[in-house]
């Protein structure tokens, strides 16, 4: 904290730079930007027109029917999975949003009051979400197999809870908020670290109690953080996939956008129009989340 | 606080010291268009190995154990008798091959890779993916006349190899059965009886699993054979017949009848796990191809299997076809080594490999009449008399449909029927109109 007069910075425009810095400026903005536009915009926006067509995925494109709307017709009036597929991609976001995350967020509150051993329990909650989805869905064929669970060994059950679709999505809901509740955490964490004390010092004089200070001080204080928890939630709940293929190959109760998109695509099906029609209806859908964020950053900067 | 002062000083550091400043921007920039030629250069090579190496490459989509070492064998046997030949096996899982396929086929498929006879091969060439080999085909002595048909493109090229085929049928222990003195069923009634026979025994009649969506397909296949005869069977799955008719209700509601007598939770059990309870003795039989041998241990517990072909449900149409389907082997549209997968195509179309094939891998017969049946087993014999006796032979749901009316609507279908087999008529009416769309009629 010292008091020793600051030199006046001059303007930093463009002025200043020399030819060189131009050319690394452009050369740092322009490459990003062209690999972003190759690999993401460009197979996006493919995605969408080839919905419109009726291409096999063989031989040229030009030989492709133009179909109109019919495959989007299709897949709200006949196709069987995807009423289904758009209703347990709407649980899995509820159920990440009001279950998982809160949990996460109340682990991060109490590791960060320090208890004892919080290192141990910070690490095993930390664990689940350095394991890929596909290994998290094996690891957890252990706890529900029917034959050989621990779950139904302990309960004396025989519930098939990867087979029967009454249970199997609540079993992968279970499975993969095992991993979520963990990374809301860390993220949590962090951002409790950056409450300044001094506000919690201030609002307990004031007299307020610790819940009350959590919740009209430490909360709102970590907005930030709680724009890029509820983000990832929402674009991670749209695009559950990996979990879900490994069960059951997205069938019979677990059906999910991403799978049939998967299924209509990579398989041996190749309909390629058809299941392009799926991937731009969950674009649609994961588009309006990211306008919503959007609009809150461009909102808070304008502050 | 402080940094103002350490820019200027970064700045003055630029001016003073533009060494730093080059490489660290030289470096940056050279580390970036790296990474963008990296990023170009990402496509993929396929391994090289021409002629000139005798290499020849080979997708095989048997990765299972005995299927595995049978196909080994095979390769061996090449290398033996071709030693200017070298076959690089590339082995991917089953059903990951399947649903591969395509992606593999327009990317840098290998020379010569396993597929199925059938509509399922004529599809892709018809796209033109796949390379003729009826000069190697009309060479091979002894493959019968009967699957030319299904070794063939439309306009009469042959495109698969055949290898070995295996047939669907009524598996059940011997022992078991001897204990409680059961018959073989000779009508779908007397099917029925025995099954409630098996049931008041404590035993589950029918071992079932749909796990992977296509395990069912064989007992819907069955069950319109029966009933409504092969002809049939070819025109619904070709696409030319109304799946909401009244002929495909009644097979569904034949299925329904026998669901009481199947083993409860299909759909979360593979056929490896159905084939278990037989084995175990917990059930009485299990409707599947033979490879559910490979569940058994080779010696006195295969011996203890045996089978019937499944019994007749309308007696004007028999019990004469059955299901038989075909692997084999295919030709790649631009073979990096034409003469040596030629060479290797010719050999596993021989009798002698087709021999070398079926007696590591036990579960199916060599489809090459010169086989000699002398070496089979007890249960490869059977196969083969089930064979002679057929009068036609189908080679299943997804082999004689097209692949995306196969795995993106009839699995789901029949799933959705095994959950809830009350829902008939709805279920055709919403099959049909996918059936439509389509086959584009």
């Known amino acids: 904290m010292s008091a020793v007069a600051e030199p006046r ?15 690394t400026v452009s050369l740092m903005m322009g490459i990003p930007t062209l690999v972003a536009a190759s690999l993401v915009w460009l197979p996006a926006i493919a995605s969408v027109v080839l919905s419109f067509f009726d291409w096999d995925g063989f031989g040229p494109l030009s030989e492709a029917e133009p179909v109109g709307l019919r495959w989007y017709e299709e897949a709200v009036t006949i196709y069987p999975a995807f009423w289904p597929a758009v209703q347990h991609n709407l649980i899995w976001l509820a159920a990440m949003f009001f279950v998982a995350t809160p949990i996460g967020l109340l682990c991060a509150v109490l590791i960060d009051r320090e208890a004892s051993g919080t290192k141990l329990y910070q690490t095993s909650l930390y664990l689940p979400v350095v394991l890929s989805m596909a290994l998290i869905g094996f690891v957890w064929q252990l706890m529900f197999s029917r034959d050989q669970g621990l779950i139904n060994a302990v309960l004396g059950t025989s519930i098939d809870w990867y087979g029967d679709s009454r249970y199997n999505l609540w079993a992968a809901l279970i499975a993969t908020s095992w ?30 109690s610790e819940i009350k200070t959590f919740f009209h001080v430490t909360f709102p204080v970590m907005f930030p953080i709680n724009v890029v928890v509820l983000v990832i939630t ?14 059951n190959r997205g069938r019979n109760g677990l059906e999910l956008l991403a799978t049939e998109v998967t299924r209509n695509i990579v398989g041996e099906a190749q309909r390629i129009g058809f299941g392009s029609a799926l991937a731009t209806i969950m674009l649609g859908m994961s588009s309006v989340f990211i306008l919503i964020y959007l609009r809150i950053v461009m909102r808070e900067e304008a502050r | ?179 409680h003195g059961y018959e073989i069923p000779k009508t779908i009634d007397q099917f029925t009886e025995l099954s409630k026979k098996m049931q008041k025994d404590g035993l589950t009649p029918m071992a079932f699993a749909d796990k992977d969506g296509w395990e069912a397909m064989g007992m819907f296949d069955i069950l ?101 389907p075909t692997d084999g082997f295919m030709l790649s549209k631009r073979p990096k ?94 099959v049909e109109s996918q059936r439509k769309s389509i086959f584009g009629s």
Not at chain 2, 267 to 293: D, I, V
């Open chain 2, 224 to 324: 319109n054979l029966r009933a409504n005869g092969y002809q049939f069977h070819v025109d619904l799955m070709s696409g030319k017949e109304d799946w909401s008719q009244a002929k495909v209700a009644k097979v569904f509601d034949l299925w329904k009848g026998l669901l009481p007598y199947h083993q409860k939770d299909a759909l979360g059990r593979t056929w490896q796990e159905a084939a278990q309870s037989l084995q175990q003795g917990k059930s009485g039989m299990y409707y599947l191809g033979t490879f559910m041998a490979q569940q058994f241990k080779t010696g006195a517990e295969q011996d203890d299997l045996d089978f019937f072909v499944f019994p007749e449900v309308d007696s004007t149409i028999g019990s004469g076809a059955i299901e038989a």
């Open chain 1, 9 to 23: 910075q001059r303007g930093r425009g463009g002025g200043r730079l020399s030819t060189r810095d131009k050319v």
């Open chain 1, 234 to 247: 929402f674009i991670d709940s749209l695009r559950a996939f990996d979990l879900v293929w490994v069960i």
């Open chain 2, 1 to 179: 606080m402080s940094r103002p002062q350490s820019e200027l000083e970064y700045l003055a550091r630029f001016r003073t010291a533009p060494i730093s400043g080059v490489s660290r921007r030289a470096v940056l920039a050279g580390a970036l268009s790296v990474g963008a030629v990296g990023l170009v250069g990402c496509g993929g090579s396929g391994g090289g190995g021409g002629s000139a190496s005798g290499e020849v490459s080979f997708g095989n989509n048997q990765a299972d154990e005995a299927p595995l070492k049978a196909i080994k064998a095979n390769v061996a046997g090449f290398e033996k008798a071709h030693p200017d030949y070298k076959i690089k096996m590339n082995t991917v899982a089953h059903t990951t091959f399947q649903e591969n396929i395509n992606n593999y086929l327009q990317g840098a498929p290998d020379d010569v890779f396993a597929w199925f006879a059938g509509y399922r091969a004529r599809f892709f060439a018809e796209k033109g993916m796949v390379g003729d080999i009826s000069d190697v085909f009309g060479e091979t002595k002894g493959i019968p006349a009967s699957l030319k048909n299904a070794c063939s493109t439309a306009d009469g090229k042959q495109i698969v190899m055949p290898a070995t085929y295996y047939p669907w049928v009524v598996q059940y222990r011997k022992s078991v059965w001897k204990k």
């Open chain 1, 179 to 208: 991993r979520h509740v963990g990374y809301v955490m860390l993220l949590y964490l962090a951002g409790l670290k950056g409450v300044d004390p001094a506000l919690k010092e201030a609002a307990g004089i004031d007299g307020a």
């Open chain 2, 337 to 430: 080594n034409e003469k040596g997968a030629k060479a290797f195509l010719s050999y596993l179309g021989s009798a002698d490999a087709q021999m070398a094939n079926v007696a590591a891998d036990p579960s199916a017969i060599a489809v090459n009449e010169n086989a000699d049946p002398t070496k089979y087993t007890s249960l490869q014999k059977r196969m083969l008399e089930v064979m002679k006796g057929a009068t036609d032979v189908a080679q299943f749901l997804d082999r004689d449909s097209r692949p995306d009316f196969a795995s993106t609507v009839m699995g789901p279908a029949i799933q959705s029927f095994i959950k809830n087999p009350n829902d008939i008529t709805s279920m055709l009416a919403n």
